[in-house]
């Protein structure tokens, strides 16, 4: 997470109502992570509550969870990607899942390790059509 958001992905995610933005649950845990295993000082305190911010207020009641059915999901998807020859990590498979479970689109600047997971892909970053 950056001190300071890109301008790009600013304008991509404010063109979309506010309920129609989600972050997987394996997201925020990934954020709160990032953070905490950062050394303490001003750049952890500040992200921290950036993150704090962003889960309490950006994302209240907007957070898609790993249940049941993303977890079968998960065991179709890892399975699928080992059987290619190209292992997915533990998190993004669970944060594919997550999509599939709830039909959402990603929206990642990391759509290589995503593709073939059977969910819609967006990279704002780039040029923001569908994958």
Do not use: H
């Not at 958001?5 to 933005?21: F, G, L, S």
């Not at 080992?82 to 990391?110: F, K």
């Amino acid at each position: 997470m950056r001190q300071v958001p890109d301008d790009t992905v600013v304008r991509w995610v404010d063109q979309y109502p506010a309920d129609e933005v989600f972050i997987t649950a394996v997201t925020a845990a990934e954020l709160v992570y990032g953070v905490a295993r950062l050394p303490d000082g001003q750049r952890k305190t500040l992200l921290a509550a950036r993150v704090a911010e962003l889960l309490a207020e950006d994302f209240q009641d907007q957070v898609l969870p790993f249940d049941g059915v993303a977890a079968e999901y998960y065991g179709e998807i890892a399975a699928t990607r080992e059987e290619q020859g190209r292992p997915i990590s533990m998190a993004d498979a669970q944060i594919a899942a997550v999509c599939r479970r709830y039909a959402a689109r990603l929206a990642t600047r990391n759509t290589k390790d995503f593709i073939g997971t059977g969910i819609t892909l967006l990279d704002p970053w780039g040029d923001a059509s569908e994958l």
